[in-house]
């Protein structure tokens, strides 16, 4: 990640460090429109990952709240002020992309895809200490906490914005 980070790809670098910093999918990355940001009072910007006009999502798990990074408050600041955030990128061209940055900077680690990004924010969380189910309420992953699936998906309200928020503030993107 540190090298495809430092090429500062004009056409993926946002796109990038956003799937980086919040664990979404390059579809649901891509999909954003300006008003899937939201304040949420003190635990600050959140993005709605939800079915919109550009996107369908995954699963109903994967209709969630990622607190927005911090780092990605000054990123948003310069994309478009309406509308879709990436009005340029759909989900082919930043896989494509991405291949074609992968090759020229020689990384021809096997597996490398875009979706890496969401296995290292994955990693990231596991490597704090983050627990599994907290995890995946971040990624929109049905939680693996109960045996039966059920405890959870019934009983709970989930994590709480503040918990969401504490986690994503800690990632640091690779130097």
Known sequence: ???????????????????????????????????????????????????????????????????????LVKEFRRLPSEGPLFPSLKVNDVTKRFAVLRQRLGLERQGLVFHSTRKWFVTQCERSGVPEHWTASLVGHQSARSENGLTYGIYSAG???????????????PK
């Open 1 to 71: 990640m540190k090298a495809l980070l430092a090429a500062r790809d004009p056409v993926l670098g946002s796109v990038l460090v956003t799937c980086l910093l919040s664990g979404l999918r390059a579809g649901e990355a891509t999909g954003l429109l300006r008003d899937d940001l939201v304040e949420k009072g003190q635990q600050g910007l959140f993005l709605l990952v939800r079915p919109n006009r550009l996107r369908l999502l995954k699963t109903d798990a994967a209709e969630r709240e990622v607190p927005l990074h911090p780092r």
């Open 159 to 173: 994590i709480s914005d503040q918990q969401k928020r504490s986690i994503v503030d800690q990632l640091r993107l």
